[in-house]
């Protein structure tokens, strides 16, 4: 069975149109993606459900927003479907649904808002470093909590190494996601406190931006928003997870390019579909040679096409 004969079984048995965004774990939520999410659903027209099955590591935290409202002027119930990964950005984007369905090995994680500007540390290997909320919140409960005295000495050694604007750009950050998440929870049951509970434990509360949020413990936050997936949709969203993961499979060789006179491969690093349309979006990479002999894969260019 194909992901079409999949989609369409989907679709069947959930009485819904099934739009599926589907990335690769090299590649994010974006707004390039929201155009060609609207003119999927501008073919589907407006129904009465839409199921998105989701499948991400993240991405921008701006975007997820507008996807959800997209969505919500072509259906009256929208559910977001996860076979596994919806992390970060993927988080967002699931709580602004009616319904999160959630399979057997799916995931959330906090929604831990991270700085990478120029401002920000250099590693060892001049890299930029990250910078999130949940850095500095445990920096200052440490302090906090062990009773250090000498805190002015190590405020202004913080200050020393991190620039103040990197602070404040993390702040601003902060205030986006709580901002993004009433939004996405504006039409929710929720009370005023659960409301408050869920942003609070989502943006900054549980131990690491890479916690994983399972499908037991999404229910203890978000009570029920979330669902569990019964065995046979499990199955379904399994089997067409393992297709888009072959699909995505980066192992393709390199060839000379005539017009680049580069050697380069082309892949696909993420989908948009439903059973009658979609798009993929192409990353070509360039191969290199390192001084030390390794093969180095830079990106040139990308970008959206449809497919069949």
């Known amino acids: 069975m194909d992901k079409k004969d999949l989609i369409k079984e989907i679709e069947n048995y959930r009485k819904s149109k099934v739009l599926v965004y589907f990335l690769g774990l090299n590649s994010t939520i974006a707004q390039d993606a929201v155009e060609v999410i609207y003119n999927n659903l501008r073919r589907i027209g407006k129904v009465?459900?839409?199921?998105?099955?989701?499948?991400?590591?993240?991405?921008?935290?701006?975007?997820?927003?507008?996807?959800?409202n997209i969505i919500r002027e072509f259906t009256k119930k929208f559910s977001v479907l996860i076979p596994y990964r919806a992390h970060s950005a993927g988080t967002l984007l699931a709580l602004g649904a009616d319904e999160i369905v959630m399979g057997k090995m799916a995931e959330l994680t906090p929604v831990d808002p991270q700085t990478r500007s120029p401002l920000n540390p250099k590693g060892v290997k001049g890299e930029l470093l990250p910078v999130s909320i949940q850095d500095l919140t445990s920096f200052f409960d440490f302090i906090e909590s062990r009773g250090i005295k000498e805190k002015e000495e190590i405020m202004n050694n913080l200050l020393n190494n991190l620039h103040p604007l990197v602070i404040g750009s993390v702040n601003r950050s902060l205030y986006l996601i709580k901002h993004t998440m009433e939004r996405l929870l504006i039409n929710s049951q929720y009370s005023k406190e659960e409301k408050d509970k869920i942003i609070e434990l989502l943006s900054c509360g549980l131990p690491s931006h890479t916690y994983l949020i399972t499908r037991d413990e999404a229910k203890d936050i978000l009570k029920n928003k979330v669902v569990y997936s019964d065995d046979n949709l499990d199955i379904l969203m399994w089997n067409l997870y393992s297709?888009?993961?072959?699909?995505?499979?980066?192992?393709?060789?390199?060839?000379?390019?005539?017009?680049?006179?580069?050697?380069?491969?082309?892949?696909?690093?993420?989908?948009?579909?439903?059973s009658e349309y979609g798009s993929t979006f192409v990353q070509t990479f360039e191969k290199t040679i390192s001084s030390d002999g390794k093969i180095v894969e830079t990106p040139i260019f990308g970008g959206w096409f449809d497919i069949k």
Do not use: C, W
């Open 243 to 274: 297709i888009y993961m072959s699909q995505l499979d980066p192992r393709v060789p390199y060839v000379l390019d005539a017009n680049l006179k580069k050697e380069v491969k082309r892949v696909n690093i993420a989908f948009i579909e439903t």
């Open 48 to 68: 009465e459900k839409i199921d998105l099955i989701l499948h991400t590591t993240g991405g921008f935290l701006e975007v997820p927003l507008k996807i959800v």
